[in-house]
Structure formats: C-alpha cells, structure tokens
C-alpha cells in the first residue's frame, strides 16, 4: 500500500497542553481512518496534524508529495449570517487553483458541477447556503472538498446534529465516496456505532490506547469496555457490527 | 442645501470624507464576515494613540499613528491560545489601554490638547489637500490589492482552517488584510476622528447584510449607504455647526433604521 501520511513518534499539541505524545500513525492510500473520542479529546488536533496545519513540537510528520487535503469543518462553525450561495461556497475550494486576478474557468465550473452532482445536490446550486437544512449544508462542505479533486478527505464530525434521515444519508455518500471513489478518509466523531462498519482503522482518544491504531478484527467488547469506561456489548447483528 | 459643497475647501471635505467612508464600509464587510468588529475599535484606538504620541514627542503623528496600528495588527494577528488569553479579551484591554494613555498624552501636552481634541470626534472640515492625497492614495493602494487578492480574502474571512487545508496562505492573507484595515484606519484616523472611522467601518456593512441577499450586493450597498451618510452628515454638520464624525455616524444610524424598518415592514405587509 502507498503511504500518504505518517507520525513517527510525534507529539501534537497547542501552546503548554500536548494531546499526542509519541504517536505512531500510518494513513496509507485508499485507508479510512475514524478517530473516536469524547469533545475535547483531541480529535481536530490530530486531524489538524494530519494536513500539516499543526507541526508537531517534536518527532516528525512525513507527507507523500503535496498531498491536497479536502477538509469539511464542523457544520456549527460555519458561519450562516452570510448570503453566500451553495455554488459560491463549493467555488470557494478552487480559489488557490484559479490564482489571483483570475476568474474560474470552464474547468473549475465543471469540477464545481460534478462535486454537487456526486453529492446529490445539484439543483441546489443557487440556494443560500443559510436556508438548508443540516443534511444538505453537511453535502455543500463536502462538495466543496470534493471540488478541489482531493487525494485526502478529512471530515470533522459530519453527521454531529442531524436527524436520523440526515445521518443515513450522508453515511451512505461517505461509503460511496470510499467504496467506489477509492478515497482516502479520516474522520472524526463521537458517535462510534455510526461508522464502525465504515472504517478500517480506528483511533480511539483514551490515555492507554490513543497511541494504537486498531483494526475492525482487533475489536472486542472487553476492549471497548476499557476504552469507554463501561461495559459494552459489542456483537455483529445481520451482518453489521454494533455496540448494544 | 448641496450648495454648500460649491466651497472649494468644502469639495475637499466632501471627496476625502466619501473616500474615507466608501473604504472603510467596503473593509467593513470582511470584519463583519470575520466577526472581527471589536479589532476596528481597538484599532482606532491605537491609531489615536499613536497621533497623540507623534504630537506629545514631536514627531509626525501620521508616522507615528501608522507604527501603532501596524504593531496592533502584529500583536491581534498572533493566534494565541484561547487557554492563555482570549482573543475577545485582549481587544478589550487594548481599547481600554489605548484609549486611557491617549487622553493622558493629550491632557499633558498644550498643542496635543488643542488638536488631539477632534482624535475622537474628528472634524473633516479642517482636512486639507495633503489631507486628501494620503487618503486617497492609501484607499488606491487597498482597492488595488484587494482587486489582486478579494476571491482568497473571502476565501479565508468565511472559513479560514478550510481554506488553510485547501492549500491557501490563511495566515499571509489574514495578515495583508488586517494591514489594509490598519493603514486606512490610521490615515483616515487624523483627518476624521475615530468616531467616524470605527462607525464607517461597522454601520453601513452591518446595514447591508441585512438588507441584501448576495454578496456582491453587500459590497455595493455597503458603499452607496457610506456615500449617503458621508454627505448627509457633513450637510448637517455645516448647517447646524454640528461636529462632523458624529453628525455622520448620526446619519448612519438614521438609515440603519430607516432601511431596517422598511425592509421588516415590506415583509409584514408581504406576509400578510
């Protein structure tokens, strides 16, 4: 497998708080990495690490090439008092491609034109971005990381506060995005029934285990038990696996 | 009543005061969008400060109100750590500090005190043709760059930590626009007052996006609302011998209510 990112024994923090002392991580092609863990664990931070927006204070982050990052923040955190139009924001992720002075040419029109597509809100182009709905403005940020045609998907939290509809939909875009794109994913969430059956490799925000990466097949019920604290029932029901 | 813009140091007044108001309100909407407001006033604070310092030391006040702001800018664009001191408090503490060893350099200087007077208040009647030329060369420079660069100012002012990830310098530009913000508020700072400058950077862009529902729209009505008020207060100035920052900042606040209102009863009378 290709690697794309890698932490050797890194330490990430922000000013005199470290979250990640001697982390150990390897993110190869085509991987989907789920990072799980209470708010204010750390999540964004390593998500942070892994787009080199945060340098580790020590330890190294190797990147394959110029690797191009689509990043979905956290819905919340978007501001919404802004007219800006679904089309708008989606053309925003082409801005360091079409340059200054410039404006966006076919080219970008059309990538802008497929990202919507593939994310099912093509009709929504002209909307205001403040009038959606949960589901469909999680859809717009993840068009607009598509739009800048990513090696590297990175999401914060995007089915945080969507009703239950919402979050089956945009579960079922995020597999078709790996699944059948091939993209490379690494999530965060705290939510860990929701994607387990979606990721290969999990990382898991708790003293003892922040450093391991684990797969599906190291799962069990008494190690979610020690990593959450309480005991879990952890068992495959008609093909999918699930905490009870 | 537009006669009396037939004055010829009354046009002088008129064009600087509309350049000063259109930059600011065009400045405005990506401090509104970056819900940096309170950087303007602390901003402006500085600015005066640094007048106050030029007139107590001697020096040029223009240079002196430029250094200040621009060390302001340094000091606010350093992302600290919520943990160690909030952003929100730091601007508090700098518009107090500033603000409060201002009126002190002014109190203890005769001249400073006879100009440093009209710092807050300002009043446009006095500016001159040099004046004029630093206003208006200062606005050409922050419109030429914001020309080159506005699609990654909007870019980086709507969702900075997406457009970092997306490969875009968010700290180089967050910093060149903090400095066009800077430079227009110290230069505007001697001719206008800081009640002018920080009202022209916040009402008519805070207008607007109310009022509109696109972007390119805020903009433009952000600029046409500074050209309103900017000649509307500056009549009312004149005619009532009123002090001109605050007889403009008057006039803002006239539209802001005036639009508002009719834009909430267009949609009552809709609605019903």
Redesign the interface.
């Given at each position: 497998m290709k690697r794309m990112v890698e932490f050797k024994k890194a330490e990430l923090g922000y000013g005199r708080k470290t979250v990640f002392k001697d982390l150990d991580l390897r993110i190869d092609k085509g991987d989907f990495l789920t990072i799980v863990g209470p708010n204010g664990s750390g999540k964004t931070t390593l998500l942070r690490g892994i787009m080199g927006l945060l340098k580790p204070s020590s330890g190294e982050v190797e990147m394959e090439g110029s690797l191009r990052f689509g990043y979905c923040m956290q819905r919340q955190f978007v501001p919404t008092f802004f007219p800006f139009t679904v089309g708008e924001i989606v053309m925003m992720a082409r801005t360091g491609l079409i340059g200054p002075l410039k404006r966006a040419s076919e080219e970008d029109r059309e990538k802008c034109r497929k990202a919507l597509e593939i994310t099912g809100i093509s009709g929504l182009s002209r909307e205001r971005f403040y009038d959606l709905s949960g589901g469909q403005k999680q859809r717009v940020l993840i068009a607009r990381a598509l739009a800048l045609e990513p090696d590297f998907l990175v999401l914060d939290e995007p089915t945080t506060d969507l009703d239950v509809r919402a979050e089956r939909d945009i579960l079922g875009l995020i597999k078709k995005l790996h699944k059948e794109a091939g993209l490379t994913i690494a999530l965060v969430s705290h939510e860990f029934n929701e994607f387990v059956n979606l990721a290969e490799k999990f990382i898991f925000l708790h003293e003892r285990f922040s450093n391991r990466v684990f797969k599906l097949e190291d799962l069990s019920g008494e190690l979610l038990s020690e990593i959450f604290g309480t005991k879990i029932v952890f068992r495959e029901i008609e093909g999918h696996k699930m905490i009870l | 009543m537009l006669e009396i813009f037939k004055e010829p140091f009354m046009r002088i007044v008129l064009v600087g005061a509309v350049i000063t108001g259109v930059t600011c309100s065009y400045l405005g909407v990506f401090m509104i969008?970056k819900?940096i407001v309170f950087m303007g006033i602390a901003l402006s604070q500085a600015a005066a400060l640094g007048v106050a310092i030029g007139l107590f030391a001697g020096i040029s006040p223009v240079a002196a109100s430029l250094v200040m702001t621009l060390a302001a800018i340094v000091i606010f664009w350093i992302p600290f750590?919520e943990?160690?001191i909030s952003g929100e408090s730091l601007l508090g503490f700098a518009y107090a500090f500033f603000a409060a060893l201002a009126v002190i350099l002014v109190a203890k200087n005769p001249l400073a005190e006879a100009r440093g007077l009209n710092l807050i208040s300002g009043n446009l009647l006095y500016m001159g043709m040099s004046d004029l030329i630093t206003i208006g060369a200062a606005a050409a420079a922050v419109f030429a760059l914001h020309?080159?660069?506005f699609?990654?100012f909007?870019?980086v002012s709507?969702?900075r930590?997406?457009?970092?990830?997306?490969?875009?310098k968010a700290n180089l530009f967050d910093f060149i626009l903090y400095l066009t913000i800077g430079v227009t508020i110290s230069l505007s700072m001697m001719a206008a007052g800081v009640i002018f400058v920080f009202s022209s950077l916040v009402i008519p862009a805070m207008t607007a996006?109310f009022l509109?529902?696109?972007?390119w729209k805020?903009f433009f009505m952000s600029a046409i609302i500074a050209v309103v008020g900017v000649v509307t207060g500056l009549v009312v100035s004149y005619v009532w011998d009123l002090p001109s920052g605050p007889a403009i900042t008057g006039a803002y606040g006239a539209l802001f209510f005036l639009l508002s209102g009719t834009k909430i009863l267009v949609g009552a009378v809709a609605r019903s």
């Amino acid at each position: 497998m290709k690697r794309m990112v890698e932490f050797k024994k890194a330490e990430l923090g922000y000013g005199r708080k470290t979250v990640f002392k001697d982390l150990d991580l390897r993110i190869d092609k085509g991987d989907f990495l789920t990072i799980v863990g209470p708010n204010g664990s750390g999540k964004t931070t390593l998500l942070r690490g892994i787009m080199g927006l945060l340098k580790p204070s020590s330890g190294e982050v190797e990147m394959e090439g110029s690797l191009r990052f689509g990043y979905c923040m956290q819905r919340q955190f978007v501001p919404t008092f802004f007219p800006f139009t679904v089309g708008e924001i989606v053309m925003m992720a082409r801005t360091g491609l079409i340059g200054p002075l410039k404006r966006a040419s076919e080219e970008d029109r059309e990538k802008c034109r497929k990202a919507l597509e593939i994310t099912g809100i093509s009709g929504l182009s002209r909307e205001r971005f403040y009038d959606l709905s949960g589901g469909q403005k999680q859809r717009v940020l993840i068009a607009r990381a598509l739009a800048l045609e990513p090696d590297f998907l990175v999401l914060d939290e995007p089915t945080t506060d969507l009703d239950v509809r919402a979050e089956r939909d945009i579960l079922g875009l995020i597999k078709k995005l790996h699944k059948e794109a091939g993209l490379t994913i690494a999530l965060v969430s705290h939510e860990f029934n929701e994607f387990v059956n979606l990721a290969e490799k999990f990382i898991f925000l708790h003293e003892r285990f922040s450093n391991r990466v684990f797969k599906l097949e190291d799962l069990s019920g008494e190690l979610l038990s020690e990593i959450f604290g309480t005991k879990i029932v952890f068992r495959e029901i008609e093909g999918h696996k699930m905490i009870l | 009543m537009l006669e009396i813009f037939k004055e010829p140091f009354m046009r002088i007044v008129l064009v600087g005061a509309v350049i000063t108001g259109v930059t600011c309100s065009y400045l405005g909407v990506f401090m509104i969008l970056k819900r940096i407001v309170f950087m303007g006033i602390a901003l402006s604070q500085a600015a005066a400060l640094g007048v106050a310092i030029g007139l107590f030391a001697g020096i040029s006040p223009v240079a002196a109100s430029l250094v200040m702001t621009l060390a302001a800018i340094v000091i606010f664009w350093i992302p600290f750590s919520e943990k160690d001191i909030s952003g929100e408090s730091l601007l508090g503490f700098a518009y107090a500090f500033f603000a409060a060893l201002a009126v002190i350099l002014v109190a203890k200087n005769p001249l400073a005190e006879a100009r440093g007077l009209n710092l807050i208040s300002g009043n446009l009647l006095y500016m001159g043709m040099s004046d004029l030329i630093t206003i208006g060369a200062a606005a050409a420079a922050v419109f030429a760059l914001h020309l080159v660069f506005f699609k990654q100012f909007i870019f980086v002012s709507f969702d900075r930590e997406t457009a970092h990830a997306a490969g875009i310098k968010a700290n180089l530009f967050d910093f060149i626009l903090y400095l066009t913000i800077g430079v227009t508020i110290s230069l505007s700072m001697m001719a206008a007052g800081v009640i002018f400058v920080f009202s022209s950077l916040v009402i008519p862009a805070m207008t607007a996006v109310f009022l509109m529902r696109s972007v390119w729209k805020i903009f433009f009505m952000s600029a046409i609302i500074a050209v309103v008020g900017v000649v509307t207060g500056l009549v009312v100035s004149y005619v009532w011998d009123l002090p001109s920052g605050p007889a403009i900042t008057g006039a803002y606040g006239a539209l802001f209510f005036l639009l508002s209102g009719t834009k909430i009863l267009v949609g009552a009378v809709a609605r019903s």
